[in-house]
């Protein structure tokens, strides 16, 4: 069993930073891929970036791109994502999970098989 729990989130004003955790328990939680996704109110839950176990490999939503960072330390079991230059439509509840695969992320919640209960990131005009 693996359980996620995020941490960070809160509110900021638009143009701020935050730095979400996604704390893991579990052994092998390096072997695989983790991302972040978000869900805001009334839209489906949508893939932000993806980290490979090692760290090396990132991948992230044009959405995400030149603003967010996701990077991860396997000695504390934990992931990151830094999120700079917030604007109002970030706004959502980020929840980070585990991928089913070893060798990739994928777009599609309902492949994710670990879950962490989210946390809310809210950022004002």
């Known amino acids: 069993q693996v359980h996620l729990v995020e941490s960070g989130g809160g509110l900021v004003q638009t143009g701020g930073s935050l730095r979400l955790s996604c704390a893991a328990s579990?052994?092998?939680?390096?072997?695989?891929?983790v991302a972040w996704f978000r869900q805001a109110p009334g839209k489906e839950r949508e893939v932000v970036t993806c980290i490979s176990g090692s760290g090396t490999n990132t991948t992230y939503a044009d959405s995400a791109k030149g603003r967010f960072t996701i990077s991860r330390d396997n000695a504390r079991n934990t992931v990151y994502l830094q999120m700079n230059s917030l604007k109002p439509e970030d706004t959502a509840v980020y929840y980070c999970?585990?991928?089913?695969?070893?060798?990739?992320?994928?777009?599609?919640?309902?492949?994710?098989?670990?879950w962490g209960q989210g946390t809310q990131t809210t950022v004002s005009s």
């Open positions: 579990g052994r092998t939680f390096s072997n695989y891929f």
């Open positions: 999970a585990r991928s089913p695969y070893r060798n990739r992320c994928s777009t599609r919640a309902y492949e994710y098989d670990y």
